[in-house]
């Protein structure tokens, strides 16, 4: 069943005017778009074009879950009008976006129309520099995506899960066509993608093996996607996502969850994958993958009642917690621990350094959380 969107907007945000002139060396958090009714807002993904123009997306809801992109020009946030569903019993959210250039911006996430013969469906909108419209996948797909690297306007990647199996989606040539996975005999899903080159893409994600969540790691090499093997002592991880130098400097986060949650990173060099020691105690969500002595992971730390952002730097040599993070404007709500999740997602301008890195804290709702660096 064909869904028709239209672009809408809630009159009821607030756009908040603010300033990000902080120093390069503090984290610092943003001041967030805020919204006169009593919505929950979520932050899922993040994009930085430039300083002065960031796009983020995720979801708010007050009866219903719709589809949220805002933008930062530097100073204000500006709620930008997304294709939702128009029939009433459908909901629609955005898990991710990825920008070519300002005025070339993907975003994805999913549909759930339960009177449909399809219930949940890929969602797919691009923005030209003056609207988000809804963008055509591969027909007749089920299945939500998770995330979207691009290379160029006409080359890039989005995957997810449907069906409780990996689900692909490869632009190539101005059009979005289904990649098949490589053929696995257990559930799994894909959290993350990103792609290197045309001939070097890794998607990361989780797969059920006896009883427990275990790293699932896939490459492709120009032809076709594979499934790469990760050494048994380092696989029991559920990956969130994956960040690339080069084709032999990989790094991908996660978490560990058999008796107690705790942070995993897993580092590929010419060696093979290994290990890389993070803290304790976190879980780990982001990874941005600036050089090879400049990597940061984002996540959370401390108990769901009082959930705060986590963030380390790797120097080359090891992880440090960085303690310019400042605490959270809000803890979370020991009501609702389970929807607590202080960073989920995180950006960078490589030509500036200009680092974001977003999420959303549990108080009475959901509310929108976000950072910035540089």
């Known amino acids: 069943m064909t869904r028709i969107l239209t672009a809408t907007a809630s009159a009821a945000v607030v756009l908040f005017a603010g300033s990000t002139s902080a120093g390069p060396s503090a984290w610092v958090v943003a001041p967030p778009p805020t919204f006169s009714e009593a919505a929950e807002v979520v932050l899922t993904g993040v ?25 930062w020009n530097g100073s204000r ?3 930008e009008p997304t294709p939702d569903p128009t029939d009433e019993t459908s909901v629609a959210g955005l898990n991710a976006v990825d920008a070519v250039g300002p005025d070339d911006i993907w975003a994805v996430g999913d549909i759930e129309s339960p009177n449909a013969a399809v219930k949940i469906a890929p969602l797919l909108v691009h923005y030209d520099g003056v609207a988000w419209t809804e963008q055509p996948g591969p027909a007749g797909l089920t299945g939500d995506l998770a995330d979207i690297d691009l290379l160029t306007a006409a080359e890039g990647w989005a995957v997810g899960t449907g069906n409780s199996r990996p689900l692909i989606l490869r632009r190539t040539a101005g059009q979005w066509q289904q990649s098949l996975a490589p053929p696995l005999a257990v559930p799994s899903s894909l959290a993350s993608v990103f792609a290197v080159s045309p001939t070097d893409a890794w998607a990361v ?4 093996q006896n009883g427990r969540s275990a790293a699932l790691v896939l490459h492709w090499d120009g032809v076709r996607w594979s499934q790469v093997p990760i050494p048994a002592d380092i696989a029991t991880v559920a990956l969130s996502d994956v960040a690339a130098n080069s ?12 008796l107690l ?10 060696g093979g994958w290994r290990p890389e020691i993070a803290s304790a105690g976190v ?15 984002f996540g959370q730390s401390g108990p769901p009642s009082a959930v705060l952002d986590h963030i ?8 440090t917690v960085d303690r310019s993070v400042p605490p959270p404007p809000v803890t979370t ?5 389970a929807s607590a999740l202080a960073l989920a997602s995180a950006g960078v301008d490589k030509q500036t350094g200009t680092m974001w890195t977003v999420g959303w804290i549990q108080g009475t709702v959901r509310t929108a959380h976000a950072l910035f660096r540089g």
């Open 261 to 270: 949650c705790t942070s995993r990173v897993l580092h590929l060099t010419e």
């Open 205 to 208: 994600g989780a797969q059920l």
């Open 77 to 79: 946030w500006s709620l």
């Open 247 to 258: 084709a032999t400097d990989v790094w991908a986060v996660g978490t560990n969850c058999i």
């Open 312 to 319: 380390e730097h790797w120097d080359g040599t090891g992880f």
């Open 283 to 297: 879980t780990l969500t982001a990874v941005l993958a600036l050089s090879p002595t400049d990597v940061w992971v």
């Open 47 to 71: 994009t930085v074009v430039a300083p002065d123009d960031v796009w983020v997306v995720g979801a708010w809801t007050t009866d219903m879950r719709r589809t949220l992109a805002v933008h």
């Open 333 to 337: 709500s020991s009501d609702h621990p």
